[in-house]
């Protein structure tokens, strides 16, 4: 038997469990501001047919890990209003198409790739390439930063996180507008602590930047608590990946 997977009902569900973190956040705040998140579907490994559904349920960011997979559904569902998200590692060499057909990117680790993602959208040649997507030929950028100091995860240093935000920031074709992360498993509360640190400096540096990218299906509570303003959902909307 296989087990259907209820992707409005999931959807329902995460959003109040979203709502529930930013009331009890709101709750502990001396000042009067409304926590404000942004709820990102990652369909990597699910078919386009699960991200429509998702999208009927009232559903507009998906993130996605592998470009040929992702290009291979933008296509398919090129008739929906979608915003799609690049959230992988990047290879310097598939940068024109993450460009081109992504409206924002959650993974530039590198100045290389900054440098690269934004020539693609300043060359001529990209006026010609048929843009799919990302219409207003900008590109809205996290910085991945490697928080948990795992050698298995990519991202930047937080030694090298303020250079890089500088380099993105000086690109015309890129908006600098945060930075994220994936703690290891149970990781401390520190580690998401951190992170809101490091948001916030770069938020009083860059007025672009307003995304703190953190939490997952395991770690949405602490990470809301601790400031993130997009989470990025996979396997609590559409099931195991298998
Ligand atoms: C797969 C993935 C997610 C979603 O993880 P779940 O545990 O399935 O919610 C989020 N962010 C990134 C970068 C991912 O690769």
């Not at 709502?19 to 990652?42: P, Y």
């Not at 910085?143 to 250079?163: P, W």
């Amino acid at each position: 038997m296989v087990k259907m997977t209820n992707i409005k009902k999931n959807i329902d569900k995460i959003k109040a469990q979203i709502h529930h973190a930013c009331q009890q956040k709101d709750q502990l705040n001396d000042f009067n501001e409304q926590s404000k998140v942004t709820l990102l579907a990652v369909s990597k490994t699910k078919p386009a047919s699960e991200v429509e559904k998702a999208y009927y349920a009232g559903q507009y960011d998906f993130g996605e890990n592998y470009l040929q997979e992702a290009l291979n559904k933008i296509k398919a569902l090129d008739h929906l209003p979608l915003c799609w998200h690049f959230i992988g590692p990047i290879q310097s060499n598939k940068t024109k198409q993450i460009a081109t057909n992504f409206s924002w990117v959650h993974s530039v680790d590198r100045a290389k790739v900054a440098h690269r993602l934004n020539e693609h959208l300043s060359s001529d040649l990209s006026l010609s390439c048929h843009k799919t997507h990302n219409q207003d030929t900008l590109l809205n950028v996290c910085l991945q930063v490697n928080i948990s100091d795992e050698e298995s995860k990519s991202g930047v240093s937080l030694n090298d996180v303020f250079s890089l935000a500088e380099t993105v920031n000086n690109c015309d074709k890129l908006v600098l507008r945060g930075v994220m992360a994936i703690p290891a498993k149970n990781a401390p509360v520190d580690v998401y602590k951190k992170m809101h640190a490091l948001f916030l400096q770069l938020k009083a540096l860059y007025p672009s930047v307003d995304t703190l990218s953190l939490g997952m299906s395991n770690d949405l509570d602490i990470a809301i608590q601790n400031g993130a303003t997009m989470v990025r959902i996979g396997t609590a909307i559409f099931g195991n990946r298998t």
